[in-house]
């Protein structure tokens, strides 16, 4: 974790610029206000804990009042640590390249499914403000973010660190934010939901009876006609996520079936051959 003097607060978005480097708030990349409530959030507290230890091994003092804040926040809840966010998908993943190279020919057909998923994903109607959970390194946030006002977020911190590389490095501009892609909705007056929400290796996450909750997350985070994209993994020995990340392969009629009861219309799924299923829904 890198100290910056002046960043878009990672959990509220507000710009912020710090006074010196001992400053917490640049090593967490979050603003006071976010950084006061560490005590009563599992994520802002992980990232608190991480600036402090970053801080420390940089040999950079910080001010009594920083001190004070995070020993606050980290009484509040003295509880067992939360378990990790689950890992995002790294680049190498996606490219197959390094630990991920499975041969030529599975790398040909592999890259070519994963040109289908993007233009799919390019061809669909989104627009407005578009939320994308559990965006990982971004390797979808540049294409979206030139679509509408794009909102993304995922609990691995280093993961949204990657994305904002990647939407700085296209000149994109969008809403980074540590959250649990599950978490509560914040309730906004007059706000009916979003109008488009990219669902990618997202489903998969959760098993069994999980699937329900998951699909009324969903709906509950978009406004009536809003636009639902999934895109999923097939049951495929050389594809599927990283090795030592669990996963769920759900069949698509079950996933069409959960999406329909949880206020989805008009579900389309299509698989794009080995490795991909790629998805849209209407909220209702």
């Known amino acids: ?12 978005g507000e710009p912020w610029t710090v006074r010196t480097p ?24 992980g990232r608190l804990r991480q600036a402090i230890t970053a801080r420390g091994a940089a040999g950079v003092a910080g001010p009594a009042a920083a001190e004070s804040v995070a020993a606050s926040s980290l009484k509040q809840r003295a509880v067992a640590p939360a378990p990790p966010p689950m890992p995002a998908f790294p ?5 197959r390249r390094g630990l991920f190279e499975r041969g030529a020919i599975h790398d040909a057909a592999w890259a070519a499914e994963l040109d289908v998923v993007t233009r799919w994903l390019d061809a669909l109607p989104l627009s407005g403000r578009i939320l994308e959970p559990a965006a990982g390194v971004g390797f979808f946030s540049p294409l979206l973010a030139t679509k509408g006002e794009l909102h993304a977020s995922d609990a ?9 590389d990647r939407l700085v490095a296209h000149r994109l501009l969008a809403h980074l ?18 109008d488009a929400l990219v669902a990618a290796f997202l489903l998969g996450r959760v098993r069994g009876a999980g699937l329900e909750t998951a699909a009324v997350t969903l709906r509950r985070r978009l406004r009536p006609g809003g636009l639902l994209a999934v895109i999923e993994l ?51």
Do not use: Y
Not at 91 to 95: I, K, P, V
Not at 156 to 164: E, G, H
Not at 181 to 193: K, S, Y
């Open 1 to 12: 974790m890198s100290f910056r003097a002046r960043f878009d607060c990672l959990w509220c």
């Open 22 to 45: 001992g400053d917490l708030e640049g090593w967490a990349h979050l603003c006071p206000t976010c950084l006061g409530k560490a005590g009563t959030n599992q994520f802002l507290r």
């Open 91 to 95: 680049d190498d993943w996606f490219l």
């Open 156 to 164: 691995d911190t280093a993961a949204l660190d990657a994305a904002r």
């Open 177 to 194: 934010h540590v959250a649990d892609p599950w978490g509560a909705v914040a309730q906004v007056p007059d706000d009916p939901g979003a």
């Open 234 to 284: 097939l049951a495929d020995n050389a594809g599927g996520p990283p090795s030592g990340i669990a996963w769920t392969t759900h069949e698509p009629g079950v996933i069409e079936a959960s999406l329909g009861r949880a206020g989805f219309a008009d579900v389309q799924l299509r698989p794009t051959g080995r490795f991909f299923l790629t998805g849209s829904a209407t909220a209702v």
